[in-house]
Nanobody, 128 residues
Framework: QVQLVESGGGLVQAGDSLRLSCATSGRTLGRYAMGWFRQAPGREREFVAAISYSGDNTYYGDSVKGRFTISRDNGKNTVYLQMNSLKPEDTAIYYC?????????????????????WGKGTQVTVSS
């Protein structure tokens, strides 16, 4: 069992930056591909970013590409989402997710249904 706890959300102005963290407990981070998703009120969950267990492979949703960066520190059992040039449309609850792996490699997934564990989310609000 893996527990995920997101932190780092808050209220910022357009153009500001935030760094979200996702701390894991229960098992080490090293055998999980990780992802960030977000959901705004009245909208469907949206893929934001994903990273392979080694950190060598990353992928981003089109709406955040070039502005957000996903990274991980397996020694600290933590995944990060650096968010720059924030826009009001980035306002949402941001969720961290983990996909258990039985193999090494560059696997990652953008599909929420493929993830095994989810955090409870952290609110990000960007004012104009």
């Amino acid at each position: 069992q893996v527990q995920l706890v997101e932190s780092g959300g808050g209220l910022v102005q357009a153009g500001d930056s935030l760094r979200l963290s996702c701390a894991t407990s229960g098992r080490t981070l090293g055998r999980y591909a990780m992802g960030w998703f977000r959901q705004a009120p009245g909208r469907e969950r949206e893929f934001v970013a994903a990273i392979s267990y080694s950190g060598d492979n990353t992928y981003y949703g089109d709406s955040v590409k070039g502005r957000f960066t996903i990274s991980r520190d397996n020694g600290k059992n933590t995944v990060y989402l650096q968010m720059n040039s924030l826009k009001p449309e980035d306002t949402a609850i941001y969720y961290c997710a983990a996909k258990g792996l039985s193999f090494s490699g560059t696997y990652l997934t953008t599909r929420g249904e493929n993830y095994d564990y989810w955090g409870k989310g952290t609110q990000v609000t960007v004012s104009s």
